[in-house]
């Protein structure tokens, strides 16, 4: 069975790039080596991977990626951290205060 990897890379100036590939470990070492200069990743190397989800079927990596990439910052830092209390307390705010952290802005 073919597998499917959404991947979060945290780029050298602190952003964050979500994608989705069949070879994590192949497509991060493309963002360093700097293939494309279209992409986000191109002047913001060195990136690390700092999150990775497999999946069997392609719909799901899809969706997993689209919900990922309108997350906030916060949320992103606390599934890094692996952090669930924090992802359910900042799913449960008002889209206005989304973005303040308890660990302050970042």
Known sequence: MRSYWVYMVRCSDGSFYVGITNDAERRVGEH??????RCY???RRPVELVHASEFHWIHEAISWEKQLKGWS?????ALIEKDWDEISRLAHLRPSTRGASRRGSG
Do not use: Q, V
């Open 73 to 77: 910052r916060a949320k992103k830092l």
């Open 32 to 37: 360093n080596f700097g293939l494309d200069p």
């Open 41 to 43: 990743t191109f002047t």
